[in-house]
Structure formats: structure tokens, C-alpha cells
């Protein structure tokens, strides 16, 4: 069974600057896809980045980035020019590819509380 | 927006009650998703239907049904209900096809509260 971990519980960052959260998985799937997922205050999941794990490439979505480390089953979360709207729960999840004709469903780490201060 | 909707949006009910809760997709989507969120347990996958079909289970409770419907409509119906069934309900949707990475889009959320 696949396994998400993120041991950071909680942390802080200063407006406009850089954070990272962590976050590593299990599994003995070799095609799999990974995500982050934002949760504000108004309880919305918001899909921040994705990465497919056949793709070397780090995804990067503005101010948000990944560092996809396949061997080491790593997955961590920049974000750059933190802004007080980042404040929020950020969950790392993992899914494996359905090749029935649907996709499969998420597994999620327990979160990482995110607060930016001004 | 994410085009996901879900009714009730707060429920508010007794232990030994019945309660189903509604989601109606994504114009296209194939697929629906129900997860959990409670502060035990996390995000956790229930079940996923996809074109009227159960597809996968994840950890739904027996007391636990759910059913999609012709028109790709499900409704997630919780029996029984204990004080530890107080949690945050998604759902999700998907348009699933085959071969390639489709976004999950989430709905709001059904509030339940058992008291």
C-alpha cells in the first residue's frame, strides 16, 4: 500500500520569501503521478502542482515549484515571494494511474499549516 | 469555482441517524471521488464511482453506501451515525480518460456534525 509523509506539522515563513515543505511517499509503482494540494482557511482544495513520475523534469507553476527526487521518493513544495494569501494547510498526495478507463484516487500525507506573516 | 457542487452544505444530526449528502459533477466528468477529512484520521479516500460503476473503495465503513447516478450525479449515504462520523465530505470529480493526467476538481464540501 502507497504512504505519504509529511513531517513538518506546521511552519512559518516571512512575506516575499522562500519555503519549502517536505514531503516523501512509499510505493513500488513505477508510474505514478504526485500532487500539492492548498487548503485555506475557507476549507477549498485547490491544486497547486502535479508531477508525473516519468517525467525528470521538475513541474513549476509560477511561484511554485517542485524537487522530484524518484529514488529517494521525495516530493518537497517551494514557494518563492511567499505571499499572505499562501497562507494554508498544503497536502502532498499520490495516485496511481487506473489503465481501466478511469484514474485512480488520491492518497494524502496529513498536511503541512503554512502561515505566511507579514 | 471548481464547477463541483455539493448539498448540504452543513448537516447537523443525531447519533443513530441517516443522512445522504449530494454532489453533482463536473459537466463531462466521468468520475466522482468521496473523501473524509477528520482530524483523526486526515484526508482519506472512501470510494470512487466512475460512469454509474463502483470503481475502487478506500476505507468506507459498512454503515457507509454510495451510488452514481444515469445522470453522473452520486449521493454518499451515511447510516447509523456515530460521533466519530463528524467530519468534512468531499467530493471530486474527474473526466478520467484513459491515458491521461486529469486534475481531480474538488467541491466545497458537506459539513457533518453528529451530536
Known amino acids: 500500500a502507497q504512504t505519504v509523509t509529511q513531517s513538518q506539522p506546521e511552519m512559518s515563513v516571512q512575506e516575499a520569501e522562500t519555503v519549502t515543505l517536505s514531503c516523501t511517499y512509499d510505493?513500488?509503482?513505477?508510474?505514478?503521478?504526485l500532487f500539492w494540494y492548498k487548503q485555506p482557511p475557507s476549507r477549498q482544495m485547490i491544486l497547486v502542482i502535479r508531477?508525473?513520475?516519468?517525467?525528470?523534469q521538475n513541474a513549476t507553476e509560477n511561484r511554485f515549484s517542485v524537487n522530484f527526487q524518484k529514488a529517494a521518493k521525495s516530493f518537497s513544495l517551494k514557494i518563492s515571494d511567499s505571499q499572505l494569501g499562501d497562507t494554508a494547510m498544503y497536502f502532498c498526495?499520490?495516485?496511481?494511474?487506473?489503465?481501466?478507463?478511469?484514474?485512480?484516487?488520491?492518497?494524502f500525507g496529513k498536511g503541512t499549516k503554512l502561515s505566511v506573516k507579514p | 469555482d471548481s464547477g463541483v457542487t455539493q448539498t448540504p452544505k452543513h448537516l447537523i444530526t443525531a447519533t443513530g441517524q441517516r443522512v445522504t449528502l449530494r454532489c453533482s459533477p463536473r459537466?463531462?466528468?466521468?468520475?466522482v471521488y468521496w473523501y473524509q477529512q477528520s482530524l483523526d484520521q486526515g484526508l482519506q479516500f472512501l470510494i470512487q464511482?466512475?460512469?454509474?460503476?463502483?470503481?475502487a473503495k478506500g476505507n468506507i465503513l459498512e454503515r457507509f453506501s454510495a451510488q452514481q447516478f444515469p445522470d453522473l450525479h452520486s449521493e454518499l449515504n451515511l447510516s447509523s451515525l456515530e460521533l466519530g462520523d463528524s467530519a468534512l465530505y468531499f467530493c471530486?470529480?474527474?473526466?478520467?480518460?484513459?491515458?491521461?493526467?486529469?486534475?481531480?476538481?474538488f467541491g466545497p464540501g458537506t459539513r457533518l456534525t453528529v451530536l
Open positions: 471530486a470529480s474527474s473526466v478520467a480518460s484513459q491515458g491521461n493526467l486529469n486534475e481531480q476538481f
Open positions: 510505493t513500488s509503482e513505477s508510474n505514478y503521478y
Open positions: 508531477q508525473e513520475a516519468y517525467k525528470q
Open positions: 498526495a499520490f495516485m496511481k494511474p487506473d489503465y481501466g478507463g478511469s484514474q485512480g484516487n488520491l492518497i
Open positions: 459537466s463531462g466528468d466521468l468520475s
Open positions: 464511482y466512475y460512469n454509474g460503476e463502483e470503481r
